[in-house]
């Protein structure tokens, strides 16, 4: 048995072949699947859905939901759980906020969800095409609630400042792991800076703020407890936890399946401590049931 803060944890069991029945999810199919699809395709758009194959495409793209992503499908970083492209992207597309925005209208989306890879090869990090973004959004369906999922920007707090003046309903920058494990599951990124940029985006713009996890790769609760008590730090509302799955074979290993007991005591935990929201499921991702975290 695990003991965290006088809660016992079922510690997991190493990872087998079947993965439990609660990560087993349907191929994706049906009319909604097919309409969001076409959409996505005619508009030239890319979404994190499918570029980040995420079990949750079939469920929300049947509902109607999706995370596009913009500024390209090349991202300049490595990140040890990441399926989307690793490289040097070669174009940008300016064009590529307007026609988000006439998406977002056609679908008469409530709650929109825009991620995008990292530019770090740009001097802004992208920071102009995501607040071009918002704004075409708003400016062709203005009652849409616009939540992003950020990039770091290199710690650019001009490149950051430009995304948060247009802000943003709820303003998303995940943690991704524990800090002992940064240096192979995020070796460009900081700990201490993503904590940075979520209290910033709380002290001096007011702005909802939100992070997410994953587990499974090695850490352990504590750790994951510290995590949230960090975030809490910050003034974090919504957080999100889900179980890591392995997208290739040439990306890190599963290091263990999370039980369900688990994932309901963070979630017990994180209202605990005063997050407004917590998510926590084998099968959450950053904007899985966003509009129902918003509400």
Not at 33 to 54: F, G, I, M, N, Q
Not at 133 to 154: A, G, M, N, S
Not at 160 to 169: I, K, L, N, S, Y
Not at 181 to 205: G, M, N, S
Request: aromatic share 6%.
């Amino acid at each position: 048995m695990i003991k965290v803060d006088s809660l016992n944890v079922i510690e997991s069991p190493a990872p087998r072949a079947p993965r439990p029945d609660w990560l087993k999810v349907k191929i994706p199919t049906g009319e909604g699947y097919s309409r969001l699809k076409s959409l996505v395709d005619t508009y030239k758009l890319h979404t994190v859905c499918e570029e980040a194959r995420c079990p949750n495409i079939g469920e929300c793209w049947a509902s109607g939901t999706a995370t596009i992503m913009i500024l390209g499908d090349t991202c300049t970083r490595s990140c040890g759980f990441c399926a989307v492209k690793t490289g040097r992207p070669t174009e940008l597309d300016l064009a590529e906020p307007k026609r988000v925005g006439e998406m977002v209208k056609i679908m008469n989306l409530r709650h929109t969800v825009i991620t995008s890879v990292n530019r770090d090869e740009l001097n802004d990090g992208g920071a102009s095409i995501w607040a071009e973004t918002i704004r075409e959004i708003r400016k062709q369906h203005p009652t849409t609630k616009i939540e992003v999922l950020i990039p770091d920007f290199q710690g650019d707090t001009d490149a950051m400042d430009t995304v948060f003046r247009e802000c943003p309903d709820i303003l998303n920058h995940n943690t991704e792991t524990v800090p002992r494990l940064y240096r192979i599951v995020r070796p460009q990124a900081k700990y201490q800076r993503t904590l940075d940029l979520l209290r910033r985006a709380k002290e001096q713009f007011n702005l909802v703020t939100k992070s997410g996890v994953m587990v499974g790769l090695g850490e352990t609760p504590e750790e994951v407890i510290e995590v949230m008590k960090d975030l809490r730090a910050v003034h974090c509302d919504i957080m999100s936890i889900g179980q890591y799955l392995q997208p290739t074979k040439a990306h890190l290993p599963i290091a263990r399946y999370v039980p369900l007991e688990e994932f309901e005591m963070y979630r017990r935990v994180g209202l605990e401590m005063g997050f407004h929201h917590v998510e926590s499921a084998p099968l959450v991702r950053s904007s899985y049931h966003a509009a129902e975290q918003a509400k």
